[in-house]
């Protein structure tokens, strides 16, 4: 459900739990509802633009732990 990542952000030390295949099902998950959310707010459906700086700083939470992961791999 892309909605319920909407709701809160997620937090670092939560995703450092996850193995990084996990992280990037969480990275194409938030992608789409990214995506999903953008359309949205084109087509006037949704006004909270708040959310889309929320799933941008997710997105990128998520890739730094992904990167600290292969850092710590090598």
């Known amino acids: 459900a892309p909605d319920a990542k909407l709701e809160s952000k997620m937090k670092a030390?939560?995703?450092r739990t996850k193995d990084v295949a996990g992280l990037q099902q969480e990275?194409?998950?938030?992608?789409?509802?990214?995506f999903a959310?953008?359309?949205?707010?084109a087509t006037q459906q949704?006004?909270?633009t708040?959310?889309?700086k929320r799933l941008r700083r997710d997105i990128a939470r998520v890739?730094?732990?992904?990167?600290?992961k292969q850092v710590a791999a090598k």
């Open 13 to 15: 030390t939560e995703l």
């Open 63 to 68: 890739q730094t732990v992904i990167k600290e």
């Open 37 to 41: 959310l953008r359309m949205q707010i």
């Open 46 to 48: 949704n006004s909270n």
């Open 50 to 52: 708040a959310q889309l």
């Open 27 to 34: 990275l194409s998950d938030l992608g789409r509802a990214h």
